[in-house]
């Protein structure tokens, strides 16, 4: 309707609403010639995510101050930790929550404990390494989002396309396409049948993306790098392989922080195929 076609029910029992044809099969338009409908491309897309193909378009995220912002976690209740003054603390016991075990850590302390592991863990990374997958999938969609982008748009088609040809089938079994309707059957399977073709067709030109992953193999490169970078690109180049951080609370007040004891970081997982 909103692309200025006419709609009807799918038939007596059918819920689902649909673009009305007349008896040559044709769409019947209610628009007028001057009228600004919705786009075709703009309604696939919202069908798409209406149904679950296809996630909708986030908001950017804020401006942050510091390199872990919403990285951070306390092991005590799992709420975010968030910076207070030097420190960065469970965000809910900082606001008069109730957590049982809440933590607190030297902001500094833990952003440099935090560098160093990811900064080995890279180091380490070798071809094959789940993680390196994650890593390259990553880099991927941070240096080319607008064909990252495109290809997610290409298997949210896919995805529509196969549920089309799929509720065409489901209709007929229904016996909606029995009597006059189902001489419009052979010819809007063939058209969903050759719209699922098109997209997979689409979809395969996004398969094996050339990613460069040099610097990684690089140590000198890799650090050099990091050192130029402003915070937004460390920000970026520490979520490449971390999920989370969580921390625990100290055993005890003026204990030396150790890292390894206080510190669980999530390493990243390779994103599964669609």
Same mark, same amino acid.
């Given at each position: 309707?909103?692309?200025?076609?006419?709609?009807?029910?799918?038939?007596?029992?059918?819920?689902?609403?649909?673009?009305?044809?007349?008896?040559?099969?044709?769409?019947?338009?209610?628009?007028?010639?001057?009228?600004?409908?919705?786009?075709?491309?703009?309604?696939?897309?919202?069908?798409?995510?209406?149904?679950?193909?296809?996630?909708?378009?986030?908001?950017?995220?804020?401006?942050?101050?510091?390199?872990?912002?919403?990285?951070?976690?306390?092991?005590?209740?799992?709420?975010?930790?968030?910076?207070?003054?030097?420190?960065?603390?469970?965000?809910?016991?900082?606001?008069?929550?109730?957590?049982?075990?809440?933590?607190?850590?030297?902001?500094?302390?833990?952003?440099?404990?935090?560098?160093?592991?990811?900064?080995?863990?890279?180091?380490?990374?070798?071809?094959?390494?789940?993680?390196?997958? =994650?890593?390259? $999938?990553?880099?991927?969609?941070?240096?080319?989002?607008?064909? &990252?982008? !495109?290809?997610? /748009?290409?298997?949210? *088609?896919?995805?529509?396309?196969?549920?089309?040809?799929?509720?065409?089938?489901?209709?007929?079994?229904?016996?909606?396409?029995?009597?006059?309707?189902?001489?419009?059957?052979?010819?809007?399977?063939?058209?969903?049948?050759?719209?699922?073709?098109?997209?997979?067709?689409?979809?395969?030109?996004?398969?094996?993306?050339?990613?460069?992953?040099?610097?990684?193999?690089?140590?000198?490169?890799?650090?050099?790098?990091?050192?130029?970078?402003?915070?937004?690109?460390?920000?970026?180049?520490?979520?490449?392989?971390?999920?989370?951080?969580?921390?625990?609370? =100290?055993?005890? $007040?003026?204990?030396?922080?150790?890292?390894?004891?206080?510190? &669980?970081? !999530?390493?990243? /997982?390779?994103?599964? *195929?669609?």
């Amino acid at each position: 309707m909103y692309e200025g076609w006419q709609v009807g029910s799918g038939g007596k029992g059918q819920k689902r609403r649909q673009a009305y044809r007349d008896d040559k099969g044709h769409k019947i338009s209610v628009a007028e010639d001057m009228a600004r409908m919705i786009p075709a491309d703009v309604a696939e897309r919202a069908r798409r995510v209406l149904h679950g193909h296809q996630l909708p378009e986030g908001f950017r995220p804020g401006r942050t101050l510091h390199l872990l912002t919403d990285l951070v976690r306390c092991a005590g209740c799992g709420s975010a930790m968030s910076a207070s003054g030097q420190s960065t603390a469970c965000s809910r016991n900082m606001h008069g929550g109730v957590c049982p075990a809440p933590a607190s850590v030297k902001r500094m302390t833990l952003e440099q404990y935090v560098t160093k592991e990811w900064q080995w863990r890279i180091g380490e990374l070798e071809m094959g390494d789940p993680l390196m997958v =994650a890593v390259a $999938q990553r880099w991927q969609a941070l240096n080319a989002p607008e064909e &990252t982008e !495109e290809a997610r /748009e290409a298997v949210a *088609a896919v995805k529509a396309a196969e549920a089309a040809v799929q509720r065409l089938v489901e209709d007929r079994q229904a016996g909606l396409y029995d009597g006059a309707a189902g001489k419009h059957y052979p010819r809007l399977l063939k058209q969903a049948e050759a719209d699922l073709m098109a997209a997979q067709e689409r979809q395969a030109k996004f398969a094996g993306p050339r990613i460069d992953l040099t610097m990684f193999d690089d140590v000198v490169m890799f650090q050099q790098m990091w050192e130029a970078s402003d915070l937004s690109a460390k920000r970026d180049l520490l979520r490449l392989a971390i999920d989370r951080v969580t921390v625990t609370k =100290a055993p005890g $007040q003026g204990h030396k922080f150790v890292g390894k004891e206080r510190v &669980t970081i !999530e390493w990243a /997982e390779p994103e599964q *195929a669609a």
